[in-house]
């Protein structure tokens, strides 16, 4: 699956081991106050995230536009120098909308530094 | 006012915020009032989220209108507390215009002992055409008060 050129802008790549995964190495790119990732970065990551996941569960169902109708995000903890993992899991996905979570953690997924919820519209290829 | 005239704290913050991801995004400080900032987000085809249409990611509004809700809650307490947000939620009401700059607008309608909560709107031209509204909270460790 290719990334769009924000993903690119943040730095990510998808696991070799699970392409569900994301990864967003530190740099000065998603930097926040000194030391620490920017919160926009972080969600940015989920946001990639999650849209990741619901292409992949749409392509089962013969793909669709996607559109993001809103997120809620909740940061838990800050980001520290060293890379960060993001996924996104489809709760429901529904004939026009889908509902996704994210998260986002560092060294361990049972703690996350940041998690989010989305709802996207879907417009179906059929 | 101007921002920097009027807390010069914020001036050092501005040339670190200058720097990492808000700089990579582009963001320019537009304007600002007693509670209130105004950032700018330049068109940019790095930050495209849908190849197809050329729409930008949501993700880079987000990181806008998180800017500017943390700005509003020091131009409203009158000085710099080291404070995070505890959560933010967008409505994405409708696709950035390709090629606009998209205006983000920060507010902070209350602040507790170690909670400031916010709001803000996002347009691309017309504020009464606006394409995301954001609400959320930050919380300062050591309080704002």
Redo the contacts between chains.
Sequence with gaps: MRL???A???GLAVDPEDEAMLIMPFG???????GFL????I??LM??AA?VALRHALADEGGGRI?????????MR?GRDKPTYGKGIVTRLGTRVANVEASAWQDDPARPIAAARMNYLIARHD | MSLLSSLPELEKYLRDGGSGHGRRLGLRYLENGPDWVELALPYSPDQIGDPESGVIASGPILSMMDMATSLSVWLKLGGFRSHATLDLRVDYLRPATPGKTVIGRGECYRITRSIAFVRGQAHDGNPEDPLAHVAGTFMALEGYQ
């Design positions: 769009p050129p924000y690119e802008l943040l000065d790119a998603v930097l926040g106050r000194p920017h919160g926009g970065a969600s940015g946001e990639v849209i559109k993001p109708i809103n997120v809620t995000v909740d940061f800050g």
